[in-house]
């Protein structure tokens, strides 16, 4: 009964470093999203896909790509780490029609030093 | 100007006591809306899809008006268990989800 699961939890870069997220999510759903939390902020959708093979930007992608090879996988990269990078993030997914519930993962704290 | 607006408090309120809060979206065609919660540290999880007849689910209530692009939610008989952050999230047309900054409540003793 896993639903969504985030790797690693925690983490800390220097900047500079490069870095993958996984996600993993295990209730066949079509859409997956990557999310970042700030303080004050809010969740900012960074990329998005609706599907195996399909992605699309958010509300904040620069400094992210992403890839979504299976459908049950959905990772977020960071090339080269900044400090602005420092964040909450927050895998979550959803069946297409947008009338269900998101399932989110742990969230992973990110800290760019 | 953000497609998601929230009040964000913190909204400090007695135990027993009825607090209510709005959130307003700036997408008309915007199809689906929701209440998240979301615990200190925590991922959100889901509280209730808001319907346009308006709803219940025990001490909760969430109404939708579509003529003034707002949302809200009243949370009657509060308990210290309600404390939390409660993110308003609305589906544009293509399906995605936008977040709501969050409104934070205390329930105090």
């Known amino acids: 009964n896993a639903g969504v699961t985030q790797t690693p939890k925690f983490r800390v870069l220097k900047t500079g470093q490069s870095m993958t997220l996984l996600c993993a999510q295990d209730m066949n759903h079509e859409y997956m999203y990557w999310y970042r939390q700030d303080p004050g902020m809010g969740l900012r959708l960074i990329h998005y896909s609706v599907g195996e093979g399909t992605t699309a930007k958010g509300e904040v992608p620069d400094g992210y790509n992403v890839s979504r090879l299976k459908k049950q996988n959905f990772l977020l990269g960071l090339e080269s780490a900044a400090p602005s990078q420092t964040s909450v993030y927050f895998c979550?997914?959803?069946?297409?029609?947008?009338?269900?519930?998101?399932?989110f993962g742990q969230g992973t704290r990110l800290t760019v030093v | 100007r953000k497609e998601v607006e929230q009040d964000p408090g913190p909204f400090n309120v007695p135990e027993g006591a009825t607090v209510a809060f709005n959130c307003t979206y700036s997408n008309s065609a915007s199809q689906s809306f929701f209440w998240y919660r979301q615990d200190c540290r925590k991922e959100p999880k889901l509280l209730m899809s808001?319907?346009?007849s308006g709803n219940e689910d025990g001490r909760f209530t969430a109404q939708l008006n579509r003529a003034s692009q707002y949302i809200s939610l009243l949370i009657r008989d509060s308990k210290l268990s309600d404390s939390a952050t409660y993110l308003c999230v609305v589906t544009l047309e293509d399906y995605k989800l936008s977040f709501g900054a969050g409104t934070t409540v205390t329930v105090r003793a």
């Open positions: 979550a997914s959803s069946f297409t029609d947008g009338n269900t519930e998101a399932f």
């Open positions: 808001v319907y346009s």
